[in-house]
């Protein structure tokens, strides 16, 4: 086997347990709202406070790495996760549960950025694209097996055991990396940014806090608004700290190369959209449609079994239409499959949900690997670990946004409604807005040029006759 394949495969375990874990949970909100005598929305906050901390600590993964070696870190990371996914396992109450997801983030902030960056520092640009999907196909394991091993569990189990079946999975994480995978670290590493770590750190703290708080009464709305507020002009000040900085910890110079804002801002944008689906699906299903944990788990697998087999295509597709077409296109369709979900009702056939939510994640899939491939087609080597850091805080913030707006679209069209109670229609139309959020990131995509990202898929061909090759072998 190749190393850089073997590298990939062997990130891909951080990524398998990291995606695995945030769908079995997804399932099982319902089920943990219940135990926990909680409101389903208010559980909100135990997606969004693991994705806060990720947005929060991500920025600094990429010096600690230059600093301490890539391979050091990773393991550490695991082993935090895994540590963290006990405690999540052991929680009894909202706040005990917030508290482990938030050390739970700890370890994901460092775990998953930097594997990708061992990746990219390890394979050539022109085979970026097959290594990213060697890397993303055991990854992609994790969403497809996650949904219904999760609703199996907290059906005819507890969900508790969701979060502790990281543990084998975290250990040989550990074990193959500490064999395989070389400690790589920058020989010069410059000053770490602390002053602008605190800026941009407070701020993504308290805007995605601020906008999870939304709704539900769970805090004044004078004191949620001067929140949101105080953190956009800390986001402001961060801004401005940047431009007169080099070594900044999130480097804004970089939005300055098309390919790469492209595939930050336009991905940040389309992932809001898609970050909603994980939260709206189950409780649709569960709460809307009265299944068990286990049959919606069952159903909205489908969306990452499509994703996985986009996978095998992704190259081919980017190589025939190019990366500025796919990326306008895919995200009109991405969009109309995400709306279609709103026309779901308890009578539906399981089999056509099935099928809509698989070829939602076909297309879907397509849309990630061309934003994660383009967002590094013109970076040089010494500013990858921060355009890397830039790109996974990006991701982080839209999926938490995405849950946030998807909450309060939901608050809203119950009180447009009067319902006391939460309604599959309420439920339903959250889909449409959402929709239209993701359908909005080809205005972004539409200003690329029309060879964008051309170098990347370059030696496509070659790749797919290399990929044959193995396979066969």
């Known amino acids: 086997m190749r190393p850089a394949v073997l590298t990939a495969l062997i990130v891909a375990t951080a990524l398998f347990m990291e995606n695995m874990d945030g769908t079995v ?6 089920a943990i709202a219940r135990d926990l005598h909680q409101d389903p929305i208010v559980l909100k906050l135990a997606l969004t406070s693991y994705m ?71 394979v ?68 770490f940014d602390f002053k602008g770590f605190l800026l941009s750190g407070a701020g993504l703290l308290g805007l995605i806090s601020g906008l999870s708080l939304i709704g539900r009464g769970m805090a004044p709305a004078w004191e949620v608004s001067a929140q949101i507020g105080a953190s956009l002009v800390l ?57 068990t944990p286990f049959e919606s788990g069952s159903l909205t697998f489908a969306t990452a079994a499509g994703a996985l087999a986009m996978k095998f295509t992704a190259s081919t597709a980017l190589r025939w239409f190019g990366f500025r077409r796919t990326l306008i296109v895919n995200a009109l369709i991405s969009g109309a499959f995400m709306a279609s979900y709103a026309l779901f009702t308890p009578t539906t056939p399981h ?75 309420d439920l339903s139309l959250a889909f449409v807005a959402v929709a239209a959020i993701s359908s909005l990131s080809m205005l972004v995509f539409v200003r690329l040029a029309p060879d964008a990202g051309a170098s990347l898929a370059a030696k496509a061909p070659a790749a797919e006759d290399e990929r044959a090759a193995a396979a066969a072998e």
């Open 235 to 291: 986001i402001a000040l961060y801004v401005r700290h940047a431009g007169l900085n080099e070594d900044a910890i999130l480097d804004l110079k970089l939005l300055k190369i098309p390919t790469f804002f492209a595939g930050v801002a336009g991905g940040l944008i389309f992932r809001i959209g898609i970050g909603a689906l994980p939260f709206l699906l189950p409780l649709l299903l569960q709460i809307g449609f009265g299944l």
């Open 25 to 30: 949970i997804s399932t099982s909100l319902p």
């Open 351 to 425: 089999w056509v949900i099935f099928a809509a939510l698989l070829a939602g994640g076909f297309f879907r899939s397509l849309e990630f690997t061309a934003l994660n491939a383009i967002s590094y087609a013109d970076i040089d080597p010494p500013r990858m670990s921060r355009a890397t850091s830039f790109a996974s805080v990006s991701q982080q913030m839209s999926g938490a946004v995405g849950v946030a707006v998807a909450a309060v679209c939901i608050q809203l069209i119950q009180v447009g409604f009067g319902d006391l109670t939460l309604e599959a229609r």
């Open 52 to 122: 806060l901390t990720l947005a929060v600590f991500i920025p600094a993964s990429g010096w600690i790495a230059d600093r301490f070696g890539a391979r050091t870190v990773f393991c550490s990371a695991i082993v935090v996760f895994t540590l963290g996914s006990i405690l999540c396992g052991a929680s009894t109450t909202l706040e005990t549960l917030i508290a482990a997801r938030v050390f739970q983030g700890f370890g994901g902030a460092m775990m998953v950025p930097v594997g990708r960056l061992v990746l990219l520092r390890s």
């Open 124 to 191: 050539e640009k022109s085979d970026l694209v097959d290594a990213l999907a060697y890397l993303t196909v055991p990854a992609l394991l994790g969403p497809v097996a996650g949904p219904p091993l999760g609703g199996f569990i907290t059906t005819y189990f507890n969900w508790r055991w969701i979060f502790w079946i990281n543990v084998p999975i975290g250990l040989l994480g550990v074990a193959l990396s500490l064999r395989y995978i070389a400690n790589l670290r920058e020989e010069i590493v410059p000053r």
